[in-house]
């Protein structure tokens, strides 16, 4: 009801004061208001039928107050509810979401509802005033048109953008001294183009749209566009603007105008809806980035209780087996002997990976301390090819160390580093051993050491490659009898990072495979 009001408020307004062809008005404000409003507060049957009934009679009595004849009041309020119909069913038709934070939904929002929904009021209202009034027919249906989808074009956007979301802002002091300044200065630059100077000066006006659309969106460059656009028109109705078009009618100028403000104005919203866009996708974003910070924090508690958990039982577990074992709780047996052994085996490997979750929930949590100091990369892999070569799976590879120059000397925590390498020989020996041959290399780079661990196994394709450091991925490896869980590698990642290095895998299908760490010199 209190639209309805408004919108007869608007008519008389706009009757008696902004006609510019016989009976068509210049800039229709009215429907724009009509068909926002109609958009912002719902739909379904019920509601339209009553907000349509209700803007009928706001239109209607607008034009009776405004001194129009019944014929012509008729007429004009079935025109307008024409396009105020029009408009709502297209833009939802195709503007669904009514959600003008894009390029996308601004362009068809504008062209369904305020270029397409005018044609068929204004094709009306011409007809009629040829028919009641003899008006020239192009001119009335371009001044209808232009002026109608001005209006549609700047007010119903305006109505749909805002919220509490796009008021809020301007609570804080700043943002609302901004608002005040730029409008206070548009304010002056339309003053200055429409009213005093005595040339068309639209230039002034544009950098200031310009400025508004880039600082506060849609919200503030649609209201900027009706101030422009109703200082534009009132300027050349009062008689005002350059000289040089004294002679002009001023249906043409208005019709000028129209275009003016289409076409070189209007445009600018696409600049306020790109922004949007992008402040919506930077917000999904950011809240994306925090959901997966909290998750990863949550996975990271869990792999630290679970590990916790698994400690104590474990070495209860590793304890006993021993016990058993070496015949200390009585008399065992050749078989039971193996038993016992295989027990305490398994649950070595079981305290090996708590220790291993344990590491990453730590490393993934921002906890784990590194001692960074001088380390001399040549006894560190001597250590490791030593440890390697015990192991009995290593018994019948050839293992080597190959230092390129004296003085390979990295700026790592030593124990951390011994670590990363033997993680790295102990993939070499499962998955490359095949090849007979590991290799330990390292090699001076521009501000650091270079070192890698080399096997002639079956290699990986780039697919494997990419997925390789993802914790808890064996590549499909899960399915064979080859022990492991999958988090090695991804431990190795960041214990490297943490050290200020990187690490890396060249490989190829049938050639082998090179894990490769850079660290900085100290």
């Known amino acids: ?285 950011k809240a994306g980035q925090l959901r997966a910070e909290q998750a990863s924090e949550a996975k990271s508690r869990l792999l630290a209780n679970v590990a916790h958990e698994i400690k104590s039982p474990v070495g209860g577990v590793i304890g006993i087996g021993d016990l058993w074992s070496s015949g200390q709780l009585g008399p065992v047996t050749t078989t039971q002997k193996e038993m016992a052994d295989m027990l305490v085996k398994t649950a070595r490997q079981v305290e090996a990976l708590a220790h291993d979750l344990l590491d990453v929930a730590r490393a993934e949590s921002g906890t784990v301390k590194v001692e960074l100091r001088p380390t001399d990369v040549t006894g560190v892999l001597e250590d490791v090819r030593r440890s390697t070569a015990l192991r009995p799976e290593a018994e019948h590879l050839r293992l080597s160390v190959v230092c390129e120059g004296d003085g390979l000397v990295v700026l790592a925590d030593s124990q951390r580093l011994v670590q990363i390498i033997d993680n790295l020989a102990t993939n070499a020996v499962k998955y490359g051993g095949a090849g007979g041959v590991i290799l330990f290399r390292a090699s001076p780079i521009s501000d650091g050491v270079r070192i890698e661990v080399t096997d002639r196994g079956p290699g990986l394709s780039e697919a494997k490659q990419a997925q390789l450091f993802e914790p808890f991925n064996r590549l499909g490896l899960e399915r064979t009898t080859v022990e492991g869980h999958g988090i090695g590698l991804a431990l190795a990642k960041r214990m490297v990072e943490l050290m200020g290095g990187s690490i890396g895998v060249t490989s190829k299908p049938g050639e082998g495979a090179t894990f490769w760490i850079e660290l900085p010199a100290p």
């Not at 109609?38 to 009553?50: E, P």
């Not at 029009?86 to 833009?91: E, F, K, S, T």
Request: hydrophobic share 60%; glycine share 6%; net charge neutral.
């Open 1 to 285: 009801m209190l639209t309805a009001v408004f919108v007869a408020l608007l008519t008389i307004v706009a009757v008696q004061t902004a006609r510019s062809v016989d009976l068509i008005v210049a800039l229709w404000l009215a429907n724009a208001v009509a068909a926002g409003m109609w958009l912002k507060t719902g739909r379904g049957l019920a509601h339209d039928f009553s907000f349509g009934a209700l803007m009928t009679m706001g239109v209607l009595a607008g034009e009776f107050l405004a001194g129009n004849d019944t014929s012509t009041s008729l007429i004009f309020t079935a025109a307008n509810m024409i396009e105020i119909i029009g408009a709502v069913l297209l833009a939802r038709r195709f503007s669904p979401s009514l959600i003008l934070s894009g390029v996308d939904g601004t362009v068809r929002f504008v062209m369904a509802t305020a270029i397409l929904a005018p044609i068929p009021a204004a094709l009306l209202a011409s007809i009629a005033m040829i028919m009641v009034r003899d008006a020239p027919f192009l001119i009335s249906f371009q001044t209808w048109w232009f002026g109608h989808a001005l209006g549609l074009a700047t007010v119903t956007p305006l109505i749909l953008a805002i919220d509490r979301t796009s008021l809020i802002v301007f609570r804080d002091p700043w943002r609302a001294a901004e608002a005040v300044l730029l409008f206070g200065l548009l304010a002056a630059a339309a003053y200055f183009a429409y009213f005093y100077l005595p040339v068309p000066a639209l230039f002034l006006v544009v950098p200031i749209l310009i400025v508004i659309a880039v600082r506060m969106r849609i919200t503030g460059i649609s209201l900027a566009l009706v101030f422009v656009s109703i200082c534009s028109i009132a300027a050349i109705l009062g008689g005002y603007g350059p000289p040089a078009f004294d002679d002009v009618p001023v249906s043409e100028r208005i019709l000028l105008a129209q275009l003016n403000l289409l076409f070189g104005c209007l445009p600018i919203m696409l600049v306020a809806s790109l922004l949007q866009e992008r402040d919506r996708f930077s917000a999904r974003a």
